[in-house]
């Protein structure tokens, strides 16, 4: 079990909470998942992502990982706008955080 801020992960069963409720997740929304909260706190790069959750190393644009990320952060309650969840660092990739980083 992965439990980062109020959301639980359980990679054996591929399900998820926040908080008490469970997160109905496509299967690539639970892989992106997956992979950002096992690294909680840590930039994973979008070619890490590629690679880890589509099981490429092609790709021709971000709007992949755009997406996925934004029907996630949707499920997750977490608003793009001023992410508490996963954040994007520009140039660089994304973080789940270990912490909400709101004042």
Do not use: C, Y
Request: aromatic residues 6%; hydrophobic residues 40%.
């Amino acid at each position: 079990m992965i439990e980062v801020q109020d959301v639980r992960l359980d990679p054996a069963t591929r399900r998820v909470w926040r908080g008490s409720e469970e997160l109905v997740l496509a299967r690539k929304e639970f892989d992106l998942l997956h992979a950002l909260m096992e690294r909680a706190g840590a930039i994973v790069s979008r070619d890490e992502l590629m690679r880890e959750v589509w099981h490429t190393t092609f790709w021709t644009s971000s709007k992949t990982i755009d997406v996925h990320l934004g029907w996630l952060r949707r499920k997750l309650g977490d608003d793009s706008h001023r992410p508490r969840l996963i954040t994007t660092i520009r140039g660089q990739g994304l973080r789940f955080e270990t912490q909400d980083p709101s004042p």
